[in-house]
């Protein structure tokens, strides 16, 4: 069974860094999807970013592109995301999240998640 663990979050003003991590147990083969996902208050979850575990190639959404940055390190099952020039509308819980490979990450149906952290931006 996979198990994912978030660490990192925490509160920080508009316009500083987070970095994200994610540690990820429990599954075998090579071929996954892997993203960060968040959930707001009162509004939808949104998909923030994805990579892919054989070629590596990033997606994100475009509320954070050119601010975040997903990396994996296969060597350590641990997947991040760098937080930069964050806003207040940044404030979400955060959730790393893995699926089935696909070739386009950004529309996988995540089948494993992880149980949040929480990120906030103060004005």
């Known amino acids: 069974q996979v198990q994912l663990v978030e660490s990192g979050g925490g509160s920080v003003q508009a316009g500083g860094s987070l970095s994200l991590s994610c540690a990820a147990s429990g599954y075998t083969g090579r071929w996954y999807c892997m993203g960060w996902i968040r959930q707001a208050p009162g509004k939808e979850r949104e998909g923030v970013a994805s990579?892919?575990?054989?070629?590596?190639?990033?997606t994100y959404a475009n509320s954070v592109k050119g601010r975040f940055t997903i990396s994996r390190d296969s060597a350590k099952n641990t997947l991040y995301l760098q937080m930069n020039s964050l806003k207040p509308e940044d404030t979400a819980m955060y959730y790393c999240a893995v699926g089935p490979w696909t070739s386009d990450c950004a529309r996988v149906k995540y089948s494993s998640w992880g149980q949040g952290t929480q990120v906030t931006v103060s004005p």
């Open positions: 990579i892919d575990t054989i070629y590596g190639r990033d």
